[in-house]
């Protein structure tokens, strides 16, 4: 997928607590990678194909690049088959 840019993306560092629900809607297949903040839900787009988890691992790791943290430090907690999803922070705060 490539790194991407920190510039590109909204600064979610906010959200860097333990135990913070990401709400999610995901767009696989899209022109480009972005996260847009709109009415409470993060809106995320990725060039993923939703196959075999790949589009669930891009939006993991443009959502840690935006919140300044390791993708391993979120977890999906619902959602892996569906367009909306909820993440967990679970790293340190």
């Known amino acids: 997928m490539g790194k991407p840019k920190k510039k590109d993306l909204p600064d979610l560092s906010h959200l860097c607590v333990p135990g913070a629900e ?12 972005a996260i847009v903040q709109a009415e409470g839900e993060l809106k995320v787009f990725v060039t993923a194909a939703p196959e075999n988890g790949k589009a669930n ?3 993991r790791q443009l959502l840690a690049a935006a919140m300044g943290t390791a993708g391993s430090n979120l977890e999906l907690r619902r959602g892996s088959a569906s367009r909306s999803k909820l993440f967990v922070y679970t790293g340190p705060a």
């Open 22 to 33: 990401i709400a999610v809607r995901a767009t696989p297949k899209a022109a480009r990678n």
């Open 57 to 59: 691992d891009a939006i």
